[in-house]
């Protein structure tokens, strides 16, 4: 799944918006309701996730963080998964639900991870967190994957897909992880693999650590 650096940047252009200094929900909510969105789940990431984190045998259910248009919670619950799908946008919840009106197994959330009670996930956890185009817009990052860690089932995983800062324009350094970041949210698990995924990272994590 790797990529020329001249294909990685091109691809990395469709994550790039409007996106850059946004700190606050109503700029999400606005940037939704323009209909904005970020880069489509390409190939790459669907084989990527088929064949890393499939479907446990007795059925598996799925939390998709940040899910925004919900491209990749609907694929998620066509791979067999019932998926928690959480954005803290409104308007991202209610374009997921018209864009994808057939999708399988998805239930749709306006949820904040970092703030917002988190009593309506599912008390049982997840066989599959995910985390796209996410992670570096969070706050308080270490407790916040530490915690969708701590709801892993035993043998789950927690994916991130990011883009990395090496491939990103300086002035839309916000959207993208640097090595050292990568690293360090790498050290808090027991278990992780990094793969790419037509320039974008994506690490596999399991088992977080204490």
Not at 2 to 26: C, I, K
Not at 103 to 118: K, P, T, Y
Request: charged content about 25%.
């Amino acid at each position: 799944m790797n990529t020329t650096p001249s294909t990685a940047s091109t691809a990395l252009d469709q994550v790039r918006s409007s996106t850059v200094g946004y700190a606050v929900r109503e700029e999400w909510q606005q940037h939704y309701a323009d209909g904005k969105g970020f880069r489509p789940l390409g190939d790459a990431e669907r084989v990527l996730l088929a064949e890393r984190v499939p479907v446990p045998e007795a059925g598996g259910r799925a939390l998709d963080v940040g899910s925004g248009t919900g491209e990749l919670a609907a694929y998620l619950g066509a791979l067999g998964y019932a998926v928690d799908a959480v954005d803290f946008a409104g308007s991202a919840i209610e374009r997921s639900r018209q864009e994808h009106p057939d999708a399988r197994g998805v239930r749709w959330m306006r949820l904040d991870i970092e703030h917002d009670d988190s009593a309506g996930l599912n008390p049982d956890g997840y066989d599959l967190i995910t985390l796209r185009l996410v992670v570096p817009f969070l706050k308080d990052r270490s407790r916040v994957l530490h915690e969708l860690g701590e709801r892993l089932r035993p043998g789950g995983a927690l994916v991130i897909t990011t883009p990395t800062a090496e491939l990103t324009a300086k002035e839309q350094r916000d959207i993208a992880l640097d090595e050292g970041e990568i690293l360090q949210i790498a050290g808090g698990w027991k278990e992780s693999a990094r793969l790419d995924a037509d320039g974008l990272a994506v690490l596999v994590l399991q088992d977080v650590g204490a």
